[in-house]
């Protein structure tokens, strides 16, 4: 099975670097404690396949399954433990722990499902596989473990131990298909990053009290700056504050008088908690005051995502109002509805549109069919 889709967007560029950097071989001391933030995924419909096809037919569609799950869970950080039939483990952490480990453990979930979808579309276009569709099942938790040795000696061959191990995989055993559970310590740790669905309390083998359990919704939106309801005055940086409306007016001038684009490009430098975000809230604040009101977009650098020119992408997330978890064709009618808004008598600048659409589209992990997006590694970026 082949497709641009598939294994789409968790190793765009090929660099050598990136390669070396992932295949590098999980290290761990035995008897160590570790917190790390554990992944369990359970194929379902798998079971019912064995008994039509042949061991071969089911071994092949398992593998092309599994090197996906494997490339998304890499891709966010994260290292496969190991493979169990129709279920894959992954850690969170193991190799270096981060405060971002849960979320980088859901958004993988999140990839995962995704790429199950595009793959159940693919498979359906087969003729012995038309009616057939696989769903997933995924827990997630977060907790101390403990690090040893699995059955005979082998080097680097380590897994963990611990009750939060058997909590994640009893996550995963009672998650509704197609959804991701967690319970409520891990989920709190997360729950300002993510939306998510309560599913009350269960009881799990192994332990005595209930587990108040979650179902991930997909990530939140947007939320509020928290000054807005903030009753504090913002007193002082009248210079700062000038600078940058002065900035903003100049752009407005220039426009007026030029079909051009003109751009103003403005660095603020201070240290943590000296009030920078404050400074753009304000400013923003002041300005939407002004008519017309400006249109306002946000685009920030993600420790989370490796993705090279990561910062655009975020910022053709906010003008196409593109989610994360959305189906590919929703994203394609989004961004193809986008760039007609955009469309403009000036041909120079049409031309420019219509060269950029399939370099911004890989960007947002939609694949055109564009000659240069066959190359890889530097010489893409180069396009891009």
Partial sequence: MNNDDILFGTDFFDLELDNKTQKEKLMLREGELREVTILFADIKGFTDLSTHYDPEIIHLKMDEIMKIFSKCITFYGGFVDKYMGDGIMA????????????????????????????????????????????????????????????????EGDFTVYGPEVNLASRMESNAPVNRIMLPDHTKKIIEHIFEFEHRGEIQVKGIEEAINCWTVIGLKTEKAP????????????????????????????????????AVQIIGIQGEPGLGKTRLIYEF???????????KILHAACNGICPTPLNLFANLFEAVFGLRISEALDTKKQKLTQGFKALETDNTKQQEALNDALNMIAFLLEIRGNDPRLKQSGKDLLQHL
């Fill in 226 to 261: 928290r000054w807005q309801s903030s009753s504090h005055k913002f007193i002082g940086r009248e210079i700062e504050l000038k600078t940058l409306f002065d900035a903003y007016t100049q752009i407005q001038s220039a426009a007026a008088i030029s079909t051009e684009i």
């Fill in 284 to 294: 923003e604040k002041q300005i939407q005051t002004i008519n017309p009101k400006p």
């Fill in 91 to 154: 850690l969170f952490g193991a190799k270096k722990a981060t405060e971002q480990d849960p979320q980088r453990a859901i958004l993988a979930a999140l990839k995962m499902q995704q790429q199950l979808r595009l793959y159940n579309s693919l498979l359906n276009e087969q003729e012995s596989f038309r009616e057939v569709t696989l769903g997933l099942r995924i827990g997630i938790n977060s907790g101390l473990v403990s690090v040893g040795k699995v059955g005979e000696s082998r």
